[in-house]
């Protein structure tokens, strides 16, 4: 069989920047289930919630995604700590996250989608953008725009989040709240709190990666149950609170996710992400960088 | 045991005086979702363990049907039996390659099951692919009459099968043990309970119960497509009616399931089925927020208060 150069360096590159598109989307996670231990698995719907907004915004004032997004940051921090705030009042502060805390979040996941589909219908919403259509050709190798400019920004939102977590006070409190909360009480500090920022951090970034994902691809509100079992899959081969395993294990992920859809046709991709999650809880639990 | 197949016999006998066929329709559907709370409450309420896949193991059952449908026809209730195997293997293969590990990761890889069985089913044009297969079903059954009228005993029995199961995995030692794993499971592994063997079982009944609920749905709605077979609504109604209920003992499954089922049935009607679910979401999250143990936990407080 020939297998032609030009094909190849292509699905490489496609999978490379879905994967950086795909870094975005999980890196919330990375955070709220790999750092604070709240498995929130109505992440993908805050992300869809994203794209809406972004969609609202962007089809009534013509403003950029990216930059909405970027505006609603803060109006989705709060939300997040107000779940969080929630979260802890009912479940956490008993012990009971594991079974109603589980049932909490899915079913938020649940009135979220039912909601946009009541109010948006099931059409796909798409928004425009001048980086929306054309492409770069470097040689034989294709960059299209509307795939680069999501992988930048969620590099670059990538970049961000690491200095924080790695050199401000707040940053180094989260890190310390994943090792030893007990000890950090015996300092005086209030997990709780510092988890509260930490959640709203993490809900913030879906506002970032709502409004990449309606850049990628047309949005309707179930979409994002596929991202459940790929974001999860990312979060555990990158290792449980690892972000720099968070963007290889995306990248990894695109570019199987790619080879899948050039050889074996798109209808087949959603499978590779829980094969690929079932294959690393099978063989390493801890993930490609785990503690 | 006698008590559960004499209340069946009412329940046929009663539907039967009304004679509508609506009555059976609306009531397959109900009793469909106790088979389906039931099960998931085998694992998840007796072990603490919870399964967002239970529209995975549904959409077994009922796509098994259509693959004998097509290949050899059998008649329904060895369907159903065969429903339940494939469902139970599919479960014991999720819990062995899982549950060893945290129980969040179960929970994930039951939420992403859904998801990939769907793309197979999509994928797999021999069942009908994304087009979706048809079921033609016979208008008669010798036994009772009307064919709906069948479909609705065998539904009846598989409550009583799935509800005499849970009550005597409850007062058995198995129901002990799962109680050990849910309340602290490190306490019940260092106290010599198997614990990884008592989860695989309780993954392979629950699964197994699931399937065989799922196994005549093709039979009962006529025309099978992947979105209606692999429904967010089985997931959720079957999480959220032990929820409602309450999911310590085998009547929290039953009273949820039998409330919130006919509320559905009648919100369907009246207002309109996007609706009916959100009503469903908001419940659940409602009850776990406000009545941790749900309406038989709030009962048990009130007779427990009025003692006093």
Redesign the interface.
């Known amino acids: 069989m020939d297998l032609s150069f030009d094909l190849l360096a292509n699905a490489v590159i496609a999978g490379v920047l879905l994967g950086g598109f795909y870094a975005a989307v999980t890196i919330g996670v990375s955070i709220s289930f790999g750092i604070l231990d709240i498995v929130n698995i109505a992440h993908p719907a805050f992300i869809i919630l994203g794209s809406y907004i972004a969609y609202i915004i962007n089809s009534s004032f013509g403003i950029d995604p990216i930059v909405v997004s970027i505006i609603v940051l803060p109006v989705f921090y709060l939300l997040g700590a107000g779940v969080y705030q929630i979260y802890y009042q009912a479940f956490e502060r008993y012990g009971q996250e594991s079974l109603r805390g589980l049932s909490f979040f899915f079913g938020l996941l649940f009135i979220t989608e039912v909601l946009l589909i009541l109010v948006f219908g099931v059409d796909y919403r798409y928004v425009e953008a001048s980086y929306i259509g054309p492409s770069w050709h470097v040689g034989v190798m294709d960059f299209p725009l509307r795939m680069l400019v999501p992988c930048l920004t969620a590099l670059a939102m990538f970049g961000v989040l690491q200095l924080f977590l790695s050199r401000t006070f707040m940053g180094r409190a989260i890190a310390a709240v994943a090792q030893d909360q007990l000890a950090l009480r015996l300092m005086g500090a209030s997990p709780m709190r510092i988890k509260r920022v930490a959640f709203g951090i993490s809900i913030a970034t879906t506002a970032v990666a709502g409004a990449l994902l309606i850049i990628i691809q047309p949005v309707e509100p179930s979409v994002g149950r596929e991202y459940i079992g790929r974001v999860f899959a990312i979060c555990v081969l990158g290792g449980l609170g690892s972000l720099p395993g968070t963007v290889i294990g995306a990248m990894l992920l695109g570019i199987i996710e790619s080879f899948t859809s050039t050889f074996y046709g798109p209808s087949w991709a959603p499978a590779v992400g829980f094969g690929v999650l079932l294959l690393t809880l099978a063989f390493r639990p801890s993930g490609l960088l785990g503690r | 045991m006698v008590i559960a197949i004499a209340s069946a016999a009412v329940v046929f006998f009663g539907a039967r005086a009304v004679s509508n066929d609506y009555v059976f329709f609306a009531g397959y559907t109900v009793l469909q979702y106790i088979v389906l709370a039931t099960a998931w409450n085998i694992l998840?309420g007796y072990t603490?363990y919870?399964n967002?896949g239970s529209a995975a193991f549904f959409a077994m059952g009922a796509y098994t049907t259509v693959f004998f449908h097509k290949s050899l026809p059998l008649p329904i209730p060895a369907l159903i039996v065969i429903g339940g195997i494939v469902s139970g293997l599919v479960g014991f293969g999720m819990g062995y390659?899982?549950l060893r590990?945290r129980?969040?990761?179960f929970?994930?890889?039951t939420?992403?099951?859904a998801?990939?069985l769907?793309?197979?089913v999509?994928?797999w044009d021999y069942v009908g692919g994304s087009r979706g297969a048809y079921i033609i079903r016979p208008s008669e059954n010798v036994l009772t009459g009307p064919y709906i009228q069948y479909l609705f005993l065998l539904m009846l029995s598989l409550v009583v099968v799935g509800l005499v199961c849970a009550r005597g995995i409850e007062r058995s030692r198995l129901g002990y043990g799962f109680a050990a794993i849910r309340d602290d499971e490190l306490a019940a592994e260092a106290c010599g309970v198997p614990t990884l063997r008592l989860k695989l079982i309780a993954t392979t009944l629950s699964g197994a119960l699931m399937g065989m609920a799922g196994a005549p749905f093709p039979y009962y709605i006529g025309y099978l497509q992947p979105s209606s077979a692999f429904g967010?609504e089985y997931a959720?109604n079957s999480?959220?009616m032990p929820?409602i209920g309450g999911?310590t003992s085998w009547v929290g499954p039953l009273i949820g399931a039998i409330l919130l089922g006919s509320l559905q049935q009648i919100a369907t009607v009246t207002i309109s089925s996007?609706?009916n679910?959100?009503i469903?979401?908001?419940l659940?999250?409602g009850f776990?927020?406000i009545a941790?143990n749900g309406i038989v936990g709030l009962v048990q407080d009130r007779l427990r208060a009025g003692a006093k």
Do not use: E
Request: no cysteine.
């Open positions: 998840g603490g919870v967002f390659l899982t590990l129980g969040a990761f929970a994930i890889a939420l992403a099951l998801v990939v769907q793309t197979f999509v994928n967010l959720v999480i959220a929820m999911t996007a609706v679910l959100l469903v979401g908001l659940l999250v776990v927020i941790p």
